[in-house]
């Protein structure tokens, strides 16, 4: 089953809910102001944020009162068309190669599993790739990457339990360019976007890639957890202000019936979704497409 199948079965939650709470709202509300309040107020609850979600509205309702048109379907077909804009319009390239790709994030939203189910994607690619262990704090950080390492037949960079994360970065650069490997993806451990010293923490080993290996593309992708909500945003800000993302992987898209925040991340940060996890295995993990996501929840 491709990602279309996957992304249209992991998102049920969300299209039934959003597609009831429209069906009410068409139902009660003929096309005027309390139509698009309540319609801003529904995309809120769907973990879009207060900016976004009046941008949305605006948007709609604009090209509503152009085109005269006053249907369900219509107005339907809008908001699809203005989601899908929105999410395309942040929408960045695949990956060069070389490249390294660094994941970021809280405590307990699936960076280590995302490492694993990447390594399997890029490997599908005919890509070669190492990992590397740069959560040297979290007991069995290591030897958890390890088994997925294992499982994806990769490479694993690691050092011993508290070692510097920027030391064990650096060895897995300098292994890969000498073995000239195509992708390299670090694991980091998890942690909180108002601690200070642990964001300079990743400063420094944004630095080592920056300075070590200057020709690799390199992308800081957040790992997003998708029942998050509206938090997300308030955290991929700070993260974006440590490191300078480029993207977004979305985890446990299979777990939410809404997921509405990677609109707001989008149009307000202008980050992008660039890899989604539909499910438990460790092929289930593929390049985001705006258009699927948008026509599977709408």
Not at 137 to 148: H, K, P, Y
Not at 203 to 212: A, F, G, I, L, W
Not at 239 to 262: C, N, P, R, Y
Request: with cysteine.
């Amino acid at each position: 089953m491709g990602i279309f199948g996957k992304l249209f079965g992991a998102l049920k939650k969300t299209k039934d809910n959003l597609s009831e709470k429209l069906r009410v709202l068409f139902s009660k509300n003929k096309l005027g102001n309390e139509f698009y309040e309540e319609l801003e107020e529904l995309l809120i609850s769907s973990d879009v944020s207060v900016t976004t979600a009046a941008e949305v509205v605006d948007r709609v309702k604009a090209k509503a009162i152009e085109g005269k048109l006053r249907d369900e379907s219509y107005v339907t077909e809008l908001l699809r068309g203005i989601l899908i804009d929105i999410l395309e319009e942040s929408e960045v390239e695949p990956p060069a190669y070389p490249c390294v790709i660094m994941l970021v994030g809280v405590n307990g939203v699936g960076k280590t599993t995302t490492v694993g189910k990447l390594a399997k994607y890029f490997l599908s690619q005919g890509k070669t790739v190492t990992v590397a262990a740069a959560d040297t704090f979290r007991a069995a950080a290591s030897e958890q990457l390890a088994v997925w390492a294992d499982r994806a037949k990769v490479r694993i960079v690691k050092h011993e339990e508290g070692s510097d994360p920027s030391a064990v970065i650096f060895d897995a650069v300098s292994s890969a360019k000498a073995k000239k490997t195509d992708v390299v993806i670090v694991d980091t451990a998890g942690r909180l976007h108002v601690k200070e010293n642990l964001m300079n923490e990743l400063r420094k080993m944004d630095r080592v890639v920056t300075r070590e290996y200057p020709e690799a593309d390199f992308l800081k992708l957040l790992v997003l957890d998708a029942t998050t909500g509206q938090n997300a945003v308030s955290q991929a800000r700070v993260f974006d202000e440590a490191v300078e993302l480029d993207g977004i992987v979305l985890t446990k898209l299979d777990g939410t019936a809404k997921g509405g925040f990677i609109f707001s991340l989008a149009s307000e940060l202008s980050l992008p979704v660039l890899f989604a996890g539909v499910g438990e295995k460790i092929d289930d993990l593929e390049f985001f497409n705006s258009r699927e996501f948008v026509e599977a929840i709408l």
